[in-house]
């Protein structure tokens, strides 16, 4: 439809732009592309308000808003626990420091299961690093991992994903993000410690069984 002339308009609402039609796309072009913003605050009360009555300050609205990068699916998600568990006190919910359960977990699960092993190193490494990075210092930080050519690309797939932000030429990750990935990080280092002991064990096991009794004969 991009190649052939035509009076007819195709609308997709998709994560990430079809390499297919990349080289299609421009402001002069057949296919114009629009990246969806997060909501503002105002948009997230209108939302909250349609579960209820909710309390907080201006900094706590915006601090949630920020928190879920203004996600309408996240925050709604997050507004049934707020209202069921914490009697709609925002800040209450924010000084759990919990932005990651049930079925956010699970969303990001399944984000991050498609990932390639470029795009995981790079996530991986903004959310250790608290600050925003430009391209050039990801690039002296994980050159010796993967090529320049594979950072362009990885990082441009996950900034359409809306996984990594991009301010002023440079990248980030959103708090709920990070909190998944540390999360993660955590779980592996407890479940590898638990595999390397029950081995530990195992092996001091079969090791006793098989050493033979010294029986002193006088």
């Given at each position: 439809?991009?190649?052939?002339?035509?009076?007819?308009?195709?609308?997709?609402?998709?994560?990430?732009?079809?390499?297919?039609?990349?080289?299609?796309?421009?402001?002069?072009?057949?296919?114009?592309?629009?990246?969806?913003?997060?909501?503002?605050?105002?948009?997230?009360?209108?939302?909250?308000?349609?579960?209820?009555?909710?309390?907080?300050?201006?900094?706590?609205?915006?601090?949630?808003?920020?928190?879920?990068?203004?996600?309408?699916?996240?925050?709604?998600?997050?507004?049934?626990?707020?209202?069921?568990?914490?009697?709609?006190?925002?800040?209450?919910?924010?000084?759990?420091?919990?932005?990651?359960?049930?079925?956010?977990?699970?969303?990001?699960?399944?984000?991050?299961?498609?990932?390639?092993?470029?795009?995981?190193?790079?996530?991986?490494?903004?959310?250790?690093?608290?600050?925003?990075?430009?391209?050039?210092?990801?690039?002296?930080?994980?050159?010796?991992?993967?090529?320049?050519?594979?950072?362009?690309?990885?990082?441009?797939?996950?900034?359409?994903?809306?996984?990594?932000?991009?301010?002023?030429?440079?990248?980030?990750?959103?708090?709920?993000?990070?909190?998944?990935?540390?999360?993660?990080?955590?779980?592996?280092?407890?479940?590898?410690?638990i595999k390397y002991r029950s081995i530990v064990t195992r092996k001091k096991n079969k090791l006793s069984f098989?050493?033979?009794?010294?029986?002193?004969?006088?």
């Amino acid at each position: 439809m991009a190649e052939t002339f035509h009076q007819s308009c195709l609308v997709l609402t998709i994560q990430e732009t079809p390499r297919e039609i990349r080289h299609l796309t421009g402001e002069k072009l057949p296919v114009r592309t629009l990246q969806l913003k997060g909501l503002k605050v105002i948009e997230v009360e209108e939302i909250f308000k349609a579960k209820g009555a909710f309390c907080g300050s201006s900094s706590d609205w915006h601090q949630l808003t920020e928190s879920y990068a203004g996600n309408p699916l996240l925050l709604n998600i997050v507004s049934s626990k707020i209202h069921k568990l914490f009697d709609g006190n925002i800040s209450e919910f924010l000084n759990q420091k919990i932005l990651v359960f049930g079925e956010i977990s699970q969303l990001l699960k399944d984000y991050f299961n498609h990932l390639s092993d470029p795009e995981n190193l790079i996530i991986n490494w903004l959310a250790s690093n608290y600050q925003p990075a430009s391209f050039s210092e990801l690039r002296s930080q994980i050159s010796s991992t993967i090529s320049p050519q594979q950072l362009l690309d990885a990082l441009e797939s996950l900034q359409e994903r809306c996984l990594v932000d991009k301010n002023a030429a440079l990248f980030s990750v959103s708090p709920m993000v990070r909190e998944y990935i540390n999360h993660q990080l955590i779980q592996n280092k407890i479940s590898s410690n638990i595999k390397y002991r029950s081995i530990v064990t195992r092996k001091k096991n079969k090791l006793s069984f098989h050493i033979p009794e010294l029986i002193l004969i006088k």
